[in-house]
Structures are given as structure tokens and as C-alpha cells.
């Protein structure tokens, strides 16, 4: 392009948001981090299988977000960033995934990823990518993708998400991102979605100074919350030891128990077996405290994977409160 005008060649670019014309060098393996807030947006719109990959994960910023929702998420990367459950080269990968991807791929081999993620998964399951607007225009791009493989949904910010180059975010964005949907086997006709983002001012809790919905508290109050109710669970944790046999807390903090409890979580796929919620804990049948339950502490169906919920309740813990709530509650009709 020369330069025929007052101005520089770039500035063109510039105004269109045109990444790839910025006055900075892209990151060499195109590494630009997505805001985890991305996810929260995701699944505000779409649902997905339990199981998911990130085949792109970086240090982990979708990843770890996806995890706080109870997902059960591979994640993998051809760099080492101190954060993927293996090194996998994903376009070299013949791996068949038996859940969705969902992924912010190297936006310069986002049509390879697009197609390999399609032939990974099964008919039925999604693909969701973090892509660029500009990723719904090129011929090329048309022939081979969306001629026969047509997104679902695309969700289009109306307002500009950030990315962090090399997992630094600084600044403001020129750039417009969309969420691109396919569900394997979707031949249909696409739709076009808005994300509508509007900011929401309200005051912290504590100290009364403006923050933005949906937070609680200020980033100042909740790193002081936090750190008081840090020491107040090590409190109670403290004082709750006291009472048990120091056979069975060094039972708890044994390897082989962390390891068989990770296991059956594992097996169960983090689902609770009275009430499919989000499993976390890991519960002896026969109770390790009896004579008969001990020798079976480390016996694999002696175990049951619980939510914290189906926990308490197997060990009657709260009853008198819930009881007593339900009492006045029913009192009050």
C-alpha cells in the first residue's frame, strides 16, 4: 500500500480495527489471552457436555473459569505454559473427544482449527471458538468452512472484549469478537446474536464505594474478606481436630486416600450419585470411625462421591438448623 496521502499506512487499519495492522508486533506463536469473562457470557447463551477441551489453553484463563462452573476440562497446548494437562499438537491430534471444544484459537490457523475441532467430536456435540469478527469473511474461508459447515450461532459483542497479548491485558481493545457456535451436523441457516453488555454501577458493601455489578465488594474489601474468612475456617478447622482421633486425621492427609478419593471423583465424573449436582467430596458407606468400616477406609465400593449438600445430610449435619428454619417458614403461612 504506498502512501499517498497525510498519514501513515496504518492508520486505515487503525480506525477499522484491524489487529493485524497495529503499530505493536503480534505475539510469535499468536498468543493473545481471553478475558475469563468470555465464558461467563458463553454459557449465559449455550449449553455444553460436561466434558470439555481446550485445545489452545495458555496458562489457563478459560480453562479455570470452565472449572469453577463444574465442568470436567482436558486442557492442552503445543507450548508449555505451566498450565496444560499435556502438550498435544491439536491439529496433529487423530484424539476423538467425547464432549465439546470450546477454545480461543491462533487466530492465523483458526480454519484448521475449526476443521480439526469438527472431526474430533462427535455428530451433535458443539465446537464454540473465540474469534475475531473478521473470521466471517474470505472466500477461501467460505469454501472451505462455511459452504459446509455452518455455524450454528454467532454471538457478536456490541461491546469490544479485551485479549492479553501473551496473557498481559492492558489497555482497551480495537478489535470486535464474536462467539462462533457449531453443533456437528447442523446444516441449517446461521444466526446472528448480540452479547449486550451494559455497565451497572453499584456500591460496595462495606465502604460504600461505587463498584461494577455484578461484584459484592471492592477489590480492596474482598481481598480483607477473604483473608478474615481464611482465618476463621482455620479456626474452626483447628478446633474441629481437637475433637477427632489423630488416626483418622493422618488417614485424611494420607497419599493413598488423596489419591483414591481424586479417583472415584474421577470415575464419577464430578457427578454427585443421590443428586447429579457437582461431587466434591468423597464418602465412606461403612463409617471409617466403627469397627468394621476401618478395615474398608481404603476398599473402592465402600466410597460414594457426594455435593457438600448430600454430605452433610449423610452425616446429619445442620438438621436441627434446616429443621428449625422449616418450622419457621411453615409458621409463617
Excluded at 493473545?32 to 449455550?46: F, H, N, V
Excluded at 462455511?146 to 481493545?173: A, D, E, I, L
Excluded at 488416626?247 to 485424611?252: A, C, D, S, V
Aim: charged share 30%.
Amino acid at each position: 500500500m504506498s502512501k499517498d496521502w497525510a498519514g501513515n499506512r496504518t492508520s486505515t487499519f487503525v480506525q477499522l480495527g484491524a489487529s493485524n495492522h497495529s503499530k505493536t508486533e503480534r505475539e510469535i506463536h499468536d498468543y493473545y489471552a481471553t478475558d475469563p469473562s468470555a465464558i461467563d457470557d458463553l454459557l449465559k447463551k449455550e449449553t455444553f457436555n460436561k466434558n470439555i477441551w481446550e485445545c489452545a489453553c495458555g496458562e489457563g484463563h478459560l480453562s479455570n473459569r470452565l472449572k469453577e462452573y463444574g465442568y470436567k476440562v482436558y486442557s492442552t497446548d503445543l507450548i508449555d505454559r505451566n498450565y496444560q494437562d499435556e502438550l498435544v499438537d491439536f491439529l496433529c491430534s487423530n484424539k476423538k473427544f467425547k464432549g465439546d471444544i470450546i477454545t480461543n484459537p491462533p487466530y492465523k490457523l483458526c480454519n484448521e482449527f475449526i476443521l480439526k475441532a469438527l472431526e474430533s467430536i462427535d455428530t451433535g456435540n458443539k465446537v464454540a471458538m473465540f474469534l475475531k469478527l473478521t473470521a466471517l469473511e474470505g472466500q477461501t474461508r467460505y469454501k472451505k468452512i462455511y459452504s459446509k459447515y455452518p455455524p450454528k450461532t454467532v454471538y457478536v459483542y456490541s461491546k469490544r472484549k479485551q485479549c492479553g497479548k501473551n496473557g498481559v491485558f492492558k489497555g482497551t481493545s480495537a478489535v470486535c469478537y464474536a462467539w462462533f457456535i457449531w453443533k456437528k451436523g447442523f446444516a441449517g441457516c446461521s444466526e446472528l446474536k448480540w452479547i449486550w453488555w451494559m455497565m451497572i454501577y453499584k456500591l460496595c458493601r462495606k465502604c460504600k464505594t461505587p463498584i461494577i455489578h455484578p461484584a459484592t465488594y471492592c477489590s480492596k474489601c474482598q481481598v480483607a474478606i477473604e483473608e478474615k474468612q481464611a482465618e476463621l475456617q482455620k479456626e474452626r478447622d483447628r478446633r474441629y481436630n481437637k475433637k477427632r482421633d489423630p488416626k483418622y486425621i493422618q488417614f485424611y492427609k494420607s497419599n493413598e486416600w488423596k489419591l483414591l478419593k481424586d479417583k472415584k471423583l474421577q470415575d464419577e465424573q464430578y457427578l454427585c450419585e443421590r443428586c447429579s449436582k457437582l461431587a466434591t467430596e468423597v464418602h465412606h458407606i461403612k463409617y471409617i470411625q466403627t469397627e468394621e468400616g476401618w478395615p474398608l477406609r481404603l476398599e473402592y465400593d465402600n466410597l460414594e462421591a457426594l455435593c457438600v449438600d448430600c454430605h452433610n445430610y449423610r452425616h446429619s449435619r445442620f438438621q436441627r438448623r434446616r429443621k428449625s428454619n422449616e418450622t419457621k417458614t411453615n409458621s409463617m403461612w
